[in-house]
């Protein structure tokens, strides 16, 4: 990955912010609709378990102070790349990097909805979401897979990945014939960080 320079860097921060207005304005309001999520698992992390090893327990809420988890499969149309926003604007109070989780699944889902097999009828789009207080975020977008097109990069397109790269600390792309997965981590801010020992 190349290090962008002082003025690339300027723009893709004006861009996340322009991302993040518009995305705003499509939600306001949206959030005092939301009913509860039949769909929604949110679990207790153990310390050795991972997202995939979460146990899935439907309608089910427990969270602890220092780990939650969270999944739920949306249908894969644009309306909901609010719906994902605001399911992952769902985690614990506090957790400073809500904002930058938000935004990186809104660009991952429209890439999903936009470029995938999950466009198809029928199609969906998994979002995972686990947080480790005082230590990271980390996201995760599956869709259906396929290729992803070239696309043109303008003031409007092709510019999801790299938010997704100036946001995240962390993040790759896995995919195999039947699905991709984008995940991506964010460090906890230094000052709040747990300490070990």
């Known amino acids: 990955m190349t290090v962008p320079d002082a003025d690339e860097a300027r723009q893709l921060m004006t861009m996340i912010d322009e991302v993040r207005l518009r995305q705003e304005r499509i939600e306001y309001g949206l959030a005092d609709e939301l009913a509860e999520d039949p769909e929604v698992v949110i679990s207790e992390a153990d310390g050795s378990a991972g997202l995939a090893a979460a146990p899935k327990q439907e309608g089910t809420r427990r969270c602890s102070a220092s780990a939650w988890l969270c999944s739920r499969i949306f249908p894969a149309r644009h309306d909901q790349v609010a719906e994902a ?113």
């Not at 926003?85 to 957790?95: I, L, Q």
């Not at 993040?171 to 991709?180: G, I, N």
């Not at 981590?185 to 020992?197: I, L, Q």
């Open 85 to 197: 926003r605001a399911f992952v604007g769902r985690m614990p109070h506090g957790c400073p990097m809500v904002e930058d989780a938000q935004l990186i699944c809104s660009e991952l889902f429209t890439n999903a909805v936009q470029y995938s097999r999950s466009a198809q009828p029928g199609g969906h789009v998994i979002v995972r979401a686990e947080v480790r207080a005082h230590d990271y975020l980390w996201l995760e977008v599956e869709d259906q897979g396929g290729a992803w097109g070239e696309g043109a990069h303008d003031d409007e397109r092709g510019r999801g990945l790299m938010i997704v790269a100036a946001l995240a600390d962390y993040w790759d792309v896995r995919s195999d014939d039947a699905r991709r997965m984008v995940c991506a981590r964010m460090d906890w801010p230094e000052g709040d960080r747990a300490t070990s020992g």
